[in-house]
C-alpha cells in the first residue's frame, strides 16, 4: 500500500515517513511538498502525484491554522480560509478524477475532511469572506471549520448524482492536544498546559475517527456523514443548506479557478 504524506514541512514529514516505515514494514511511504496556502503549490503537488501513476483510495484533508493573527495567503485570501478551507477544496477537486479511477462498485475511493466542533458556532458570511471588514480570528477559523462541512456535504451531492465510487464525509477528532493552539489566548494555553493530560485527546487518539471513517465496511458506499468518536452525529443546521452549500461551491470555483459542474451534474 503506499502512503503518501503531503505538507509543507519537510523535517516534520520525513521523520513521519521514517516512522510509519519502522512501524508497518511498508517501504512504500514517501514525503511531497504541499503548501495548502498557495493554489500554484498545490496544483504542482497534484501534477507530481499523478506521474506517478498509483491509485488513490483514501484522502484526507487535514491541515489547517487556527486563531491565527490577520494575514493573507500567498493568493491574497484570508488565511483560514485560503488554507483551511480553499486549499483542501482545490486539491480535492483536482484529485476526484484519480479517485474516481481508483475506487469501484463495493470498493469506494473515500475522501476525509477533518472539521472541527467549531464550525456549530461559526456563521457564514457569503458578503465578506474574507472577514476584511471585521476580523476575528475565532470567528476566521470557525467559518473555515463551517465551510469545510457544507464543501463536502454538496461534493458527496455531486459524486452521488454522477454514480461516482467515491465518497465523502466529515470527520470531527475532539479537542487534541497538538500546536494548533500556539496563538490562542495565554489562560488558555495555561490551562491546556496545565490540564491537557485530562481534557485532551492526544493526537493518537484524535486520529481515531479518521481511521475508522478510512477503513471500516460500515461506511461503504455512505457519504455526506458528519462523524465524531466513531459515529455519526448531526452537524450545525445550516449546513443542510442546499442553497447555502451550492452557493458557496460556486464561489469557491471563482475564486480558485476551476469549473463548476453542479449545473450539469443536476440538470442532466
Not at 175 to 185: A, G, I, M, P, S
Not at 195 to 208: L, M, S, V, Y
Request: aromatic share 10%; glycine share 8%.
Amino acid at each position: 500500500m503506499h502512503v503518501i504524506i503531503a505538507g509543507n514541512n519537510a523535517g516534520k514529514a520525513h521523520k513521519v515517513v521514517r516512522q510509519i516505515q519502522e512501524e508497518t514494514l511498508n517501504d512504500k511511504v514517501e514525503f511531497l511538498y504541499c503548501d495548502l496556502a498557495s493554489l500554484q503549490s498545490i496544483r504542482q503537488f497534484v501534477q507530481k502525484f499523478k506521474k506517478k501513476k498509483i491509485p488513490l483510495h483514501v484522502l484526507v484533508n487535514n491541515a489547517g491554522v487556527m486563531m491565527v493573527p490577520q494575514r493573507k495567503t500567498r493568493d491574497g485570501f484570508e488565511e483560514h480560509f485560503g488554507l483551511n478551507y480553499l486549499g483542501h477544496f482545490l486539491l480535492t477537486n483536482l484529485l476526484l478524477d484519480t479517485m474516481k479511477e481508483s475506487g469501484s462498485p463495493g470498493c469506494s475511493a473515500r475522501v476525509l475532511t477533518v472539521s472541527s466542533a467549531t464550525h456549530y458556532i461559526g456563521e457564514l458570511n457569503m458578503d465578506d469572506l474574507q472577514g476584511s471588514h471585521c476580523y476575528s480570528p475565532h470567528g476566521a477559523y470557525a467559518q473555515s471549520k463551517l465551510a469545510l462541512v457544507l464543501f463536502t456535504y454538496h461534493m458527496q451531492r455531486l459524486l452521488a448524482a454522477q454514480g461516482s465510487p467515491v465518497t465523502a464525509n466529515v470527520v470531527d477528532p475532539g479537542v487534541v492536544n497538538t500546536d494548533l493552539y500556539k496563538h490562542v489566548f495565554w489562560g488558555t494555553r495555561l490551562i491546556k498546559k496545565l490540564f491537557g493530560w485530562w481534557f485532551f485527546k492526544t493526537p493518537d487518539e484524535g486520529a481515531w475517527t479518521s481511521v475508522y471513517a478510512a477503513v471500516t465496511p460500515d461506511l461503504e458506499g455512505i457519504g455526506g456523514r458528519y462523524l465524531y468518536n466513531e459515529k455519526e452525529t448531526k452537524s450545525l443546521k445550516i449546513t443542510y443548506d442546499l442553497d447555502l452549500q451550492r452557493e458557496l461551491w460556486a464561489r469557491s470555483c471563482q475564486m480558485t479557478g476551476i469549473t463548476d459542474m453542479t449545473q450539469d451534474t443536476f440538470s442532466g
